[in-house]
């Protein structure tokens, strides 16, 4: 039996799933969240997995069945839709000290018509 690889320093759900990484399945609580949440705020302290989970979000609400094959959500979830996803990294804007500094960061991260 091959011995699964643990993922240090990977924080995308789709490379720990395809790179057959060790992953503790807590794709139930995601449905939950999901399901019955309005507003979630996500605060804890570094290297605590907020990362991991807004992948593991958005993989879902991307409709990407596949990576979810074999862990809790399969039981849970019936209708695999599709929705956009804008995911936006505030991390890039740190340090911003204006509020037009950081409409400035915000306008960089959102996709445009080209």
Known sequence: MARKKYPVGIQTFSEIIKGEYVYIDKTDLVWELAHYSKIIFLSR???????????????????????????????????????????????TAKGQDSAEGLRESLMWMLPTAR
């Open 45 to 91: 302290p570094r290297r605590f997995g907020k990362s991991l989970l807004t992948s593991t979000l958005e993989s879902y609400f991307k409709g990407e069945r596949e990576l979810f094959e074999g862990l809790k959500i399969m039981d849970l979830e019936k209708e695999w839709e599709s929705y956009p996803v804008i995911r936006l990294d505030l991390s």
